[in-house]
């Protein structure tokens, strides 16, 4: 498949019910059914497989948003590939065994240790093989709210995504670093983390910092179908 056919698949399987406009762009109200979270399909795809994407309107020659539809799906759109791009390519370094360590960071060995039922839902322990030369106490790896992808067949098919809910500096001294983390995706995910138990995951920490991207999917589905349009032109003064 193309790079354009695998992207349009992508969608269709996540729930894109409305046709694309007459240039293959995505519809506006699209984004108001996709998930922040991509699909396995969707960052597995070959480098530059995304959805196609309307360029940011800026400057005098940009033009003006017809809505506050577009203006919003616009920018949801390009922050979420934002998000995906990196991980899609990463992953596809992984995969082909050329990936630079300073691109995305890929721990080995991962196994959940612990399940712990709390208020804000359940949330597993993960202990996972250190990197060399990692100084844990320094660095900014696995920060509160970074999102990590655990596969158990090297990212061939199975995917489950996570996202840190705590990193303790003392748990992650020594050669098995411990972090605590909440899986994403409902009950099916959680299901998917307890039959892991006992077993080894691969696991990636997107390069982009999730929870500004989680923020921004929260809040955008609120935006009003009809107002002003955003980033029209002053009125002249008479």
Same mark, same amino acid.
């Given at each position: ?95 082909? *065994?050329? /990936?630079?360590? %300073?691109?995305?960071? !890929?721990? =080995? ?6 399940? #712990?039922?709390? @208020? ?22 696995l920060l509160y709210g970074s999102l ?46 307890? *039959?892991? /138990?006992?077993? %080894?995951?691969?696991? !990636?920490? =997107? ?6 991207? #989680?923020?921004? @999917? ?21």
């Open positions: 498949l193309s790079s354009s056919s695998a992207a349009s698949d992508v969608y269709k399987r996540q729930g894109e019910s409305q046709p694309r406009g007459d240039d293959g762009r995505l519809p506006w109200e699209a984004w108001r059914q996709i998930s922040a979270l991509p699909t396995a399909a969707e960052v597995t795809a070959a480098p530059g497989g995304g959805p196609p994407l309307r360029a940011n309107r800026v400057g005098r020659g940009g033009g003006v948003y017809a809505s506050v539809c577009e203006y919003v799906g616009t920018h949801f759109w390009l922050l979420r590939e934002d998000c995906v791009a990196p991980l899609r390519e990463g992953i596809a370094a992984y995969r082909a *065994g050329r /990936l630079d360590a %300073r691109d995305m960071h !890929v721990y =080995s060995d991962v196994a959940v240790t612990r399940v #712990t039922p709390s @208020r804000c839902g359940v949330t597993y322990a993960l202990s996972f093989a250190s990197p060399p030369g990692v100084q844990w106490g320094m660095c900014k790896r990590l992808g655990l596969s158990a067949d090297g990212f061939e098919s199975s995917l489950l995504w996570a996202t840190v809910a705590e990193r303790e500096p003392e748990l992650c001294c020594g050669l098995r670093p411990t972090i605590t983390v909440r899986v994403e995706g409902g009950l099916s995910g959680v299901l998917s983390a307890s *039959g892991a /138990l006992g077993g %080894r995951w691969t696991m !990636v920490e =997107s390069p982009a910092y999730f929870e500004v991207h #989680t923020h921004t @999917r929260r809040t955008t589905p609120c935006a009003p179908a009809r107002s002003p349009r955003p980033c029209s032109p002053p009125a002249r003064a008479r």
